[in-house]
C-alpha cells in the first residue's frame, strides 16, 4: 500500500501521458482489492469507484474495455455484499456493455453470475437459474475452474431451492469435480513453486561446492608453493651451514 501510494501521488503530481493515464486506474483498482481483503467493501468501493471512472476516460484504448468490465464486476460484488442490491444490478449490466464490445465472455459469464445472486435473493430461482445455465454455456470451453467452481454452486443451491433434485445432485457433484480440480491445480502451483525452491538452493549449494572446490584448490596451490619456498630456504640454509662446516674442518686441518 505504501508503493501504491506513493505510486499514485506521483500520477498526481507529475500528470502521465494520455498514452499511459489508464495506470492510475490500476493503481487504484489494486488499492481497492488489498482494502477489500483487509477492511471490507465500505473501503474498498471509493478505490474502484476511481479505477473506474480513469478507465473510462481511457477508453479510445479497446484493451480498456475489459479492465472497466472486470472493475464494475468488483464493484457490484461489493455492493452485493452491502445487500445493494439494485447498485449491485446496475454495475453488473455495465459491466456487460463494456465486455460485449471486446467479446471477453468470462467477464460477461461473471456478471451473469453476480446477476443471479440477486435474482436468487429475491426468490426468482428460475430466472436465476436461467442467468446461469446462459453464463456456463458460454465458458463451456474455457478453462476456469474458479468461475466454473461459482456457476456449479450457484446452480446447485438454485436448483434445490426450486425442488428440482435431479439437477441439484447432477451440478452438487460438478461443483465438488471442480472444486477439487481447483485444489488439485493449487497444490500443483504450491508444488512446482517448492520444487523451483528446492532446485534453485540445489544450484546454490551446487555453484558454492564449486566456489569452495576452487578455493580449495587455489589454496592448495598456494601452500604447496609457499612450503616448497620454505623447505628451499631450509636446503640453501642447510647447505650453506655444512659448507661452512667443512671450510672450519678444512681450516683446522691445516693449522
Given at each position: 500500500m505504501e508503493y501504491l501510494d506513493r505510486a499514485y501521488n506521483l500520477s498526481i503530481k507529475h500528470p502521465l501521458p494520455d498514452s499511459i493515464q489508464y495506470i492510475q486506474g490500476n493503481i487504484l483498482f489494486v488499492k481497492g482489492l488489498i482494502q477489500r481483503d483487509n477492511l471490507g467493501c465500505d473501503y474498498a468501493l471509493p478505490y474502484l469507484t476511481k479505477a473506474a471512472n480513469v478507465f473510462e476516460k481511457n477508453l479510445s484504448k479497446k484493451l480498456l474495455n475489459s479492465s472497466m468490465a472486470i472493475t464494475l464486476n468488483n464493484i457490484g460484488d461489493c455492493n452485493f455484499e452491502l445487500k445493494k442490491?439494485?447498485?449491485?444490478?446496475q454495475k453488473y449490466e455495465e459491466a456487460i456493455v463494456y465486455a460485449t464490445k471486446i467479446n471477453a465472455v468470462k467477464n460477461i459469464a461473471y456478471s451473469k453470475l453476480g446477476l443471479a445472486k440477486i435474482l436468487s435473493e429475491e426468490k426468482k430461482y428460475q430466472s436465476a437459474i436461467q442467468k446461469l445455465e446462459e453464463a456456463l454455456l458460454s465458458v463451456k470451453n474455457i478453462n476456469d475452474a474458479g468461475l466454473k467452481t461459482e456457476l456449479y454452486k450457484s446452480l446447485s443451491k438454485n436448483y434445490a431451492a426450486v425442488g428440482?433434485?435431479?439437477?441439484?445432485?447432477?451440478?452438487?457433484?460438478?461443483?465438488?469435480?471442480?472444486?477439487?480440480?481447483?485444489?488439485?491445480?493449487?497444490k500443483k502451483s504450491i508444488n512446482q513453486v517448492a520444487n523451483n525452491?528446492?532446485?534453485?538452493?540445489?544450484?546454490?549449494?551446487?555453484?558454492?561446492?564449486?566456489?569452495?572446490?576452487?578455493i580449495f584448490i587455489i589454496c592448495g596451490l598456494l601452500l604447496l608453493v609457499i612450503l616448497g619456498y620454505i623447505v628451499n630456504k631450509i636446503l640453501q640454509k642447510r647447505r650453506k651451514i655444512a659448507q661452512k662446516r667443512q671450510e672450519i674442518e678444512n681450516t683446522s686441518k691445516k693449522q
Open positions: 442490491y439494485q447498485k449491485a444490478q428440482n433434485n435431479e439437477k441439484y445432485n447432477t451440478y452438487t457433484k460438478l461443483y465438488f469435480e471442480e472444486e477439487e480440480k481447483l485444489l488439485n491445480e493449487e525452491l528446492a532446485a534453485e538452493n540445489l544450484n546454490k549449494r551446487k555453484n558454492q561446492k564449486n566456489t569452495y572446490t576452487y
